[in-house]
């Protein structure tokens, strides 16, 4: 069974730039949750979609938004970068029941020069 | 939402030494607790769970977390740490709501 993929795995982006991020979840998985990983503030959550809808929200700027499309895949796209954004974006799938272990991909580094 | 807290920034152990790192929630109702770990160029990955029952729970590679309610806490402990438990290791609450969140992370060294 082929586990979470992220895509890119690194990008290398300027500030004012756009850029989207993708992940495919676990076959059968429904539930796919996006966070930003930066060292010393750990993994703050961005938001999570399930059946094609965002459930849950973190606290990060309209700048960052997301969708799932019908096969489960998500793409995380952060408009107008700045310098700060630079970190690891996690994608984690699950089946989406509330109340089970996250499967995580290697992350896409973004850096924001 | 709910919030974690690991208070341990970074713990330098010698092999054999006993590890406990500390997590501590701010949620009101029933929570699921989580530790993952998250090895040198690897994934993150499940460590142990806690969703209900026997507060003592047991995880792969000798790990356990303890559950005390009154006092908010999942802390991780392990007898003996040996240098391959190098890593960064993370406590999560998800209040049954598949809104899982994260501490900011425990980076354990263990010297040979």
């Known amino acids: 069974k082929a586990g979470v993929t992220q895509t890119p795995r690194y990008l290398i982006k300027t500030r004012g730039q756009q850029v989207t991020l993708s992940c495919s979840p676990i076959s059968g998985h429904r539930s796919v949750s996006w966070y930003q990983q930066t060292p010393g503030q750990g993994l703050q959550f961005l938001f999570e979609?399930?059946?094609?809808?965002?459930?849950n929200k973190g606290n990060f700027p309209g700048r960052f938004s997301g969708r799932q499309f019908s096969n489960s895949r998500s793409e995380m796209n952060v408009s107008t970068l700045e310098l700060g954004d630079s970190a690891l974006y996690l994608c984690?799938?699950?089946?989406?029941?509330?109340?089970?272990?996250?499967?995580f991909g290697s992350g896409t580094q973004l850096s924001v020069l | 939402a709910q919030s974690v807290s690991q208070h341990n920034h970074h713990v330098i152990l010698s092999e054999a030494a006993s590890l406990e790192l500390g997590c501590n929630y701010s949620?009101?109702?029933?929570?699921?607790l989580f530790w993952y770990v998250q090895y040198p160029g690897q994934h993150l990955q499940l460590l142990l769970k806690y969703f209900s029952g026997d507060p003592l729970v047991k995880g792969i590679k000798g790990f356990e977390a303890e559950f005390i309610k009154s006092k908010f806490s999942f802390n991780l402990r392990k007898p003996s740490v040996q240098w391959s438990d190098t890593a960064e290791y993370f406590c999560?609450?998800?209040?049954?709501?598949?809104?899982?969140?994260f501490g900011a992370g425990t980076r354990l060294t263990v010297k040979p």
């Open positions: 949620y009101g109702g029933t929570v699921n």
């Open positions: 984690a799938s699950s089946k989406g029941q509330g109340n089970e272990k996250l499967f």
């Open positions: 979609y399930f059946s094609e809808t965002q459930r």
């Open positions: 999560a609450v998800n209040a049954q709501n598949n809104d899982m969140r």
